[in-house]
């Protein structure tokens, strides 16, 4: 019985993976439905860990359970939006203080390796590639920030925001302007300057004013909710 439950819990663990994977990259859009057979037949697998890995997604805020519906890919409204790229841009500044000041030379020089390969897709026009390398180097940062707990509510509100941030970088110029400020964080890192490497971050995660408007603009019909009358 313990083994059994052992079991169920790794290949729960492993289906939240997979299925944060599709939602982030857009496979699962807000609204698509999340059917436990459907679910059990496509990985393989039991009800029983689908069940669960379901119910920490909702957790996350991920999927949400309607009525009617069933379990679907959770949509969020314009204020949630604007309040967790809030959230978002303390919890990376906070990860890039730290980091600045704990990183050893051998983080940081993979951290440079990391931008670089950023650098190197800034020229083409597929912003999804980009999106991944920006992922990497981010996810850097998060790790060099040498507290654990930071770095997982850092990527718990990250996934949550990734198929917004996957759009941002369809905007414009934003892709060449992203590795830009790339540069500008890495080099207060490098010299460990806290305080330059935290508000630099915070500059780049944040959408207000008219970065807020042109994202809003691109949003496909679906993704946000409209606001409560």
């Known amino acids: 019985m313990r083994a059994l439950m ?3 819990g790794k290949l729960a663990t492993d289906l939240v993976q997979k299925l944060e994977r599709d939602i982030v990259t857009g496979v699962l859009k807000p609204g698509d439905k999340l059917d436990e057979r459907s679910l059990s037949e496509r990985f393989g697998v ?8 379901l119910q920490t997604l909702a957790g996350s805020g991920l999927v949400a359970t309607m009525p009617r519906r069933g379990t679907i890919v959770a949509a969020i409204t314009v204020g949630e939006l604007i309040e967790m790229f809030e959230v978002m841009a303390e919890l990376e500044a906070m990860c890039t203080r730290l ?10 020089e993979n951290l440079i390796k990391l931008a670089a390969a950023c ?3 800034q020229e083409h026009a597929d912003a999804d590639a980009y999106y991944e390398a920006n992922v990497s180097f ?3 940062i998060y790790a060099g920030c040498r507290n654990s707990f930071l ?3 850092t990527k718990n509100v990250r996934n949550r925001l990734a198929p917004y941030r996957r759009l941002q970088l369809h905007r414009p110029g934003r892709v060449k302007k992203s590795n830009a400020e790339h540069e500008d964080i890495l080099t207060a890192i490098s010299t ?3 305080q330059t490497a935290g508000k630099l971050m915070h500059q780049h995660v944040a959408v207000q004013g008219e970065a807020l408007n042109d994202l809003l603009a691109i949003v496909p019909r679906g993704y946000l909710e409209p606001l409560a009358s």
């Open 138 to 140: 981010h996810e850097a």
């Open 192 to 194: 460990g300057d806290a």
């Open 119 to 121: 650098d190197a897709l």
């Open 6 to 8: 052992a079991q169920n």
């Open 151 to 153: 770095e997982r509510q």
């Open 99 to 108: 980091a600045a000041r704990r990183m050893p030379r051998v983080d940081i």
């Open 46 to 53: 039991s009800r029983t860990p689908v069940r669960e890995a």
